[in-house]
């Protein structure tokens, strides 16, 4: 399985750096106003914003040939949490599209949205 890009800096991801949680609740409404309430599944999904400034060509390329051995959000792929060096086996791209934007010369940027998947 393919591990998801690393900087020439040693970097997964830039400052500031977003991650967020979900759950699933699923509620049950009775007649009588009672309510009971199970998990969708047993443990949060994450998913991590990734954006990426001042990024030289090579750097650039190195993620656009990622994204298309992905073949965007189809693929999947490994990704290592810069938070707490977890490595969650089972990623990929939410979007199928990958805009990349040059500011100057060797100065590009690109946003990539990452989430894990449930097996």
């Given at each position: 399985?393919?591990?998801?890009?690393i900087l020439k800096t040693?970097?997964?991801m830039q400052y500031p750096a977003e991650r967020?949680?979900?759950?699933?609740t699923e509620v049950l409404r009775f007649v009588d106003g009672s309510e009971q309430r199970f998990r969708g599944f047993g443990a949060p999904l994450k998913r991590?914003?990734?954006?990426l400034d001042l990024l030289e060509d090579a750097e650039l390329k190195r993620l656009e040939a990622f994204f298309e051995a992905s073949?965007?959000?189809l693929g999947s792929?490994?990704?290592?949490?810069?938070?707490?060096?977890?490595v969650y086996a089972n990623c990929s791209?939410?979007?199928d599209a990958m805009t990349i934007e040059f500011n100057a010369e060797q100065q590009g940027r690109t946003e990539l949205v990452i989430?894990?998947?449930r097996t």
């Open positions: 399985m393919a591990d998801f890009p040693g970097a997964v967020s949680l979900s759950f699933s991590w914003i990734v954006r073949q965007g959000a792929f490994q990704f290592r949490d810069p938070r707490d060096g977890t791209l939410e979007e989430r894990e998947n």
